[in-house]
Protein backbone atom coordinates (compact mmCIF):
# COMPACT_ATOMS: atom_id res chain seq x y z
CA UNK A 1 0.00 0.00 0.00
CA UNK A 2 2.01 2.88 -1.66
CA UNK A 3 0.37 5.97 0.76
CA UNK A 4 2.66 8.51 -1.34
CA UNK A 5 2.78 7.79 -4.92
CA UNK A 6 4.90 9.77 -7.29
CA UNK A 7 3.98 8.66 -10.45
CA UNK A 8 6.74 10.23 -12.83
CA UNK A 9 9.60 7.86 -13.26
CA UNK A 10 11.51 10.53 -14.66
CA UNK A 11 11.48 13.90 -15.91
CA UNK A 12 13.46 15.58 -18.74
CA UNK A 13 13.68 19.50 -19.27
CA UNK A 14 15.69 22.14 -20.37
CA UNK A 15 18.25 24.61 -18.80
CA UNK A 16 16.07 27.70 -17.68
CA UNK A 17 12.85 25.99 -18.17
CA UNK A 18 10.30 25.37 -15.22
CA UNK A 19 10.61 21.59 -13.60
CA UNK A 20 7.54 20.48 -12.24
CA UNK A 21 7.43 16.87 -10.07
CA UNK A 22 3.95 16.05 -8.66
CA UNK A 23 3.37 13.56 -5.59
CA UNK A 24 -0.10 12.27 -4.47
CA UNK A 25 -1.08 10.75 -1.01
CA UNK A 26 -3.75 8.74 0.18
CA UNK A 27 -3.61 9.30 4.06
CA UNK A 28 -5.16 12.04 5.07
CA UNK A 29 -3.61 12.10 8.40
CA UNK A 30 -0.70 13.44 7.10
CA UNK A 31 -0.09 16.86 7.37
CA UNK A 32 3.57 17.64 7.14
CA UNK A 33 5.43 17.28 3.51
CA UNK A 34 8.75 17.53 2.66
CA UNK A 35 11.19 17.39 -0.62
CA UNK A 36 14.36 15.79 -0.83
CA UNK A 37 17.40 15.49 -3.68
CA UNK A 38 19.41 12.84 -4.06
CA UNK A 39 22.58 12.80 -6.03
CA UNK A 40 24.39 9.41 -6.97
CA UNK A 41 26.37 8.04 -4.14
CA UNK A 42 25.08 10.30 -1.55
CA UNK A 43 22.02 10.43 1.01
CA UNK A 44 19.11 12.56 0.12
CA UNK A 45 19.47 16.04 1.05
CA UNK A 46 16.22 18.03 2.52
CA UNK A 47 15.30 20.50 0.18
CA UNK A 48 11.96 22.17 1.24
CA UNK A 49 8.79 21.51 3.59
CA UNK A 50 5.51 22.54 3.72
CA UNK A 51 2.79 22.63 6.84
CA UNK A 52 -0.94 21.22 5.87
CA UNK A 53 -1.80 24.88 7.57
CA UNK A 54 -0.30 26.16 4.03
CA UNK A 55 -0.90 25.94 0.52
CA UNK A 56 2.30 27.41 -0.37
CA UNK A 57 5.91 27.40 0.63
CA UNK A 58 8.77 29.36 -1.74
CA UNK A 59 12.92 29.08 -1.19
CA UNK A 60 14.73 30.95 -3.52
CA UNK A 61 14.03 28.94 -7.08
CA UNK A 62 12.23 26.06 -5.30
CA UNK A 63 8.27 26.27 -4.57
CA UNK A 64 5.98 23.33 -2.87
CA UNK A 65 2.00 23.63 -3.58
CA UNK A 66 -0.40 21.56 -1.44
CA UNK A 67 -3.45 20.98 -2.74
CA UNK A 68 -5.32 19.30 0.51
CA UNK A 69 -8.25 18.69 -1.36
CA UNK A 70 -7.15 16.71 -3.87
CA UNK A 71 -4.04 15.62 -1.66
CA UNK A 72 -1.74 16.40 -4.07
CA UNK A 73 1.54 18.53 -3.98
CA UNK A 74 4.00 19.67 -6.42
CA UNK A 75 7.49 21.43 -6.52
CA UNK A 76 8.20 23.65 -8.95
CA UNK A 77 11.91 24.85 -10.26
CA UNK A 78 12.55 27.84 -11.67
CA UNK A 79 14.42 28.42 -13.59
CA UNK A 80 15.96 24.63 -13.66
CA UNK A 81 19.70 24.47 -14.15
CA UNK A 82 21.90 21.52 -14.73
CA UNK A 83 22.92 20.87 -11.64
CA UNK A 84 19.27 20.47 -10.23
CA UNK A 85 19.75 17.03 -11.88
CA UNK A 86 19.30 14.78 -9.26
CA UNK A 87 16.32 12.22 -8.17
CA UNK A 88 14.02 14.22 -5.87
CA UNK A 89 11.71 12.30 -3.00
CA UNK A 90 8.56 13.62 -1.23
CA UNK A 91 7.81 12.70 1.62
CA UNK A 92 4.97 12.89 4.38
CA UNK A 93 4.31 12.27 8.16
CA UNK A 94 1.64 12.81 10.95
CA UNK A 95 2.75 14.90 13.52
CA UNK A 96 0.44 13.24 16.07
CA UNK A 97 -1.13 9.98 15.66
CA UNK A 98 -5.05 9.63 16.56
CA UNK A 99 -4.05 9.00 20.36
CA UNK A 100 -2.67 12.70 20.51
CA UNK A 101 0.44 11.73 20.96
CA UNK A 102 4.42 12.47 18.43
CA UNK A 103 4.35 10.19 15.89
CA UNK A 104 7.96 9.61 14.36
CA UNK A 105 7.06 8.08 10.97
CA UNK A 106 8.02 9.72 7.50
CA UNK A 107 6.42 8.20 4.26
CA UNK A 108 8.65 8.45 1.18
CA UNK A 109 7.40 8.45 -2.21
CA UNK A 110 8.97 6.28 -4.97
CA UNK A 111 11.48 9.24 -6.74
CA UNK A 112 11.23 11.26 -9.81
CA UNK A 113 14.50 10.98 -11.78
CA UNK A 114 15.33 15.16 -12.83
CA UNK A 115 17.62 15.80 -15.81
CA UNK A 116 18.33 19.28 -16.87
CA UNK A 117 19.75 19.85 -20.58
CA UNK A 118 22.00 22.26 -21.13
CA UNK B 1 31.52 19.44 10.36
CA UNK B 2 27.81 18.52 11.08
CA UNK B 3 27.25 15.28 9.67
CA UNK B 4 25.88 11.59 10.00
CA UNK B 5 28.72 8.38 9.08
CA UNK B 6 27.31 5.22 8.36
CA UNK B 7 29.99 1.91 8.45
CA UNK B 8 30.81 0.12 6.27
CA UNK B 9 29.63 2.41 3.25
CA UNK B 10 29.85 -1.63 1.72
CA UNK B 11 28.97 -5.02 2.70
CA UNK B 12 28.81 -8.19 0.98
CA UNK B 13 28.06 -10.88 3.01
CA UNK B 14 26.08 -14.22 3.11
CA UNK B 15 22.51 -15.51 3.85
CA UNK B 16 22.50 -15.91 7.83
CA UNK B 17 25.93 -14.41 8.79
CA UNK B 18 24.81 -11.67 11.82
CA UNK B 19 26.02 -8.05 11.03
CA UNK B 20 25.73 -4.84 12.11
CA UNK B 21 25.66 -1.43 10.23
CA UNK B 22 26.64 1.49 12.80
CA UNK B 23 25.33 4.75 12.47
CA UNK B 24 26.59 7.67 14.79
CA UNK B 25 25.97 11.77 14.39
CA UNK B 26 27.85 15.13 15.89
CA UNK B 27 24.18 17.14 16.27
CA UNK B 28 23.04 15.90 19.27
CA UNK B 29 19.53 15.28 17.22
CA UNK B 30 17.15 13.26 19.28
CA UNK B 31 15.71 11.81 16.76
CA UNK B 32 16.99 9.04 14.18
CA UNK B 33 15.92 6.71 11.57
CA UNK B 34 16.68 3.82 9.10
CA UNK B 35 15.59 3.49 5.30
CA UNK B 36 15.93 1.23 2.89
CA UNK B 37 16.24 2.22 -0.38
CA UNK B 38 15.26 -0.28 -3.27
CA UNK B 39 14.61 0.53 -7.33
CA UNK B 40 10.94 1.41 -7.93
CA UNK B 41 9.67 1.44 -3.97
CA UNK B 42 11.35 4.52 -3.11
CA UNK B 43 12.91 4.84 1.05
CA UNK B 44 11.14 2.64 3.08
CA UNK B 45 11.71 3.01 6.81
CA UNK B 46 12.77 0.30 8.80
CA UNK B 47 12.64 1.58 12.37
CA UNK B 48 13.20 4.73 14.03
CA UNK B 49 13.73 6.20 17.91
CA UNK B 50 12.32 9.26 19.24
CA UNK B 51 15.26 9.60 22.01
CA UNK B 52 17.48 7.21 24.12
CA UNK B 53 15.73 3.84 24.86
CA UNK B 54 12.76 4.90 22.53
CA UNK B 55 12.68 2.63 19.33
CA UNK B 56 9.71 1.83 17.49
CA UNK B 57 8.93 0.18 13.62
CA UNK B 58 8.60 1.90 10.44
CA UNK B 59 7.01 0.15 7.38
CA UNK B 60 9.34 -2.94 6.94
CA UNK B 61 10.86 -3.80 10.39
CA UNK B 62 11.27 -7.89 9.85
CA UNK B 63 14.41 -9.00 10.19
CA UNK B 64 16.03 -6.00 11.67
CA UNK B 65 16.85 -4.90 15.06
CA UNK B 66 18.07 -1.09 16.40
CA UNK B 67 19.18 -0.08 19.87
CA UNK B 68 19.60 3.08 21.16
CA UNK B 69 21.98 3.18 23.97
CA UNK B 70 22.86 6.31 23.94
CA UNK B 71 22.16 9.62 22.15
CA UNK B 72 24.64 9.45 19.19
CA UNK B 73 24.54 6.38 17.70
CA UNK B 74 21.45 3.88 16.26
CA UNK B 75 23.54 0.74 14.93
CA UNK B 76 21.23 -1.61 12.98
CA UNK B 77 21.34 -5.38 13.55
CA UNK B 78 20.29 -8.03 11.27
CA UNK B 79 20.48 -11.04 13.12
CA UNK B 80 19.39 -13.88 10.20
CA UNK B 81 20.32 -11.72 6.90
CA UNK B 82 19.05 -12.67 4.00
CA UNK B 83 18.91 -12.03 0.12
CA UNK B 84 15.85 -9.95 0.07
CA UNK B 85 17.67 -7.61 3.00
CA UNK B 86 20.15 -6.64 -0.43
CA UNK B 87 19.62 -2.82 -0.56
CA UNK B 88 20.99 0.49 -0.02
CA UNK B 89 20.29 1.42 3.28
CA UNK B 90 20.56 5.20 5.08
CA UNK B 91 20.57 6.17 8.36
CA UNK B 92 19.13 9.82 9.02
CA UNK B 93 18.61 12.11 12.10
CA UNK B 94 16.97 15.42 13.30
CA UNK B 95 16.67 17.51 16.20
CA UNK B 96 13.36 16.35 16.64
CA UNK B 97 10.82 13.82 14.21
CA UNK B 98 9.06 17.21 13.37
CA UNK B 99 12.03 18.72 12.27
CA UNK B 100 14.19 17.77 8.66
CA UNK B 101 15.93 15.12 8.96
CA UNK B 102 20.03 14.88 7.17
CA UNK B 103 20.95 11.71 5.98
CA UNK B 104 24.54 9.62 5.93
CA UNK B 105 25.99 8.60 2.89
CA UNK B 106 24.73 5.25 2.70
CA UNK B 107 25.82 1.52 3.04
CA UNK B 108 25.50 -1.11 0.82
CA UNK B 109 24.73 -4.06 1.33
CA UNK B 110 24.70 -7.28 -0.63
CA UNK B 111 23.64 -10.70 1.06
CA UNK B 112 24.29 -13.85 -1.10
Known amino acids: DQQVKQNSPSLSVQEGRISILNCDYT??????FLWYKKYPAEGPTFLISISSIKDKNEDGRFTVFLNKSAKHLSLHIVPSQPGDSAVYFCAASSKRNAGGTSYGKLTFGQGTILTVHP | EAQVTQNPRYLITVTGKKLTVTCSQNMNHEYMSWYRQDPGLGLRQIYY???????DKGDVPEGYKVSRKEKRNFPLILESPSPNQTSLYFC???????????FGPGTRLTVL
Open chain 1, 27 to 32: NSMFDY
Open chain 2, 49 to 55: SMNVEVT
Open chain 2, 92 to 102: ASSLSEDNEQF
